[in-house]
């Protein structure tokens, strides 16, 4: 008794003990799919929209006649009226309807990073400040969560959003460039 009460208590506090895990800590290598200032790598949200064929099933109603039941010696004409049933029938459909996919990619270059890394190429390649992530040869990484944004009570996070605008009221990336 003492011995299974002794074991019971021990897996608990296993199982309540809080863990956290953090991608590469036992290796501190560097990789070539990592972020290359900071190590860091981040996921960006693919959405698509596409267009898949889905089977419906409507019912068909049908009227038939059946007639009244004849027997062999009976002659002449039927003493008793044909029944009026409703038959259902299953029809098939093929109909395309919208669907959004989602698909996750590992993106290499952090936020952080790559507004320092915008801000270099920008003067490497003697462009304004202003100038699209495709004229000066770098992807846009998408949202990503923010270490600073607060937790819920339920442990939710939440995500912060920002997106560059090729208008000319966008505002520009904080100031700075990373130092080596």
Not at 104 to 124: A, G, S
Not at 131 to 157: C, F, H, R, Y
């Amino acid at each position: 008794m003492y011995r299974m009460l002794s074991t019971i208590v021990l897996a608990a506090g296993f199982l309540l003990t809080p863990t956290t895990t953090q991608a590469g800590h036992f290796h501190k290598q560097k990789s070539a799919d990592c972020c290359c200032v900071c190590q860091q790598k981040t996921c960006k949200l693919n959405v698509d929209v596409k267009e898949v064929e889905e089977t419906c099933f409507e019912v068909e109603c049908e009227d038939v006649c059946i007639p009244p039941v004849r027997f062999w010696w009976e002659c002449g004409p039927s003493k008793r009226c044909p029944k009026v049933r409703t038959v259902a029938k299953l029809v098939t459909e093929k109909k395309t309807k919208k669907v959004c996919v989602y698909d996750w990619e590992v993106v290499t270059v952090c936020r952080n990073c790559y507004q320092n890394l915008r801000k270099v190429r920008c003067h490497e390649l003697g462009l304004n400040q202003d100038a699209t992530p495709e004229q000066i040869g770098l992807s846009m990484p998408e949202p990503v969560i923010d270490p600073n944004t607060p937790t819920s009570d339920s442990g939710l996070v939440t995500v912060k959003v920002t997106a560059y605008s090729e208008q000319k009221n966008a505002p520009k990336p904080a100031e700075g460039i990373a130092s080596e």
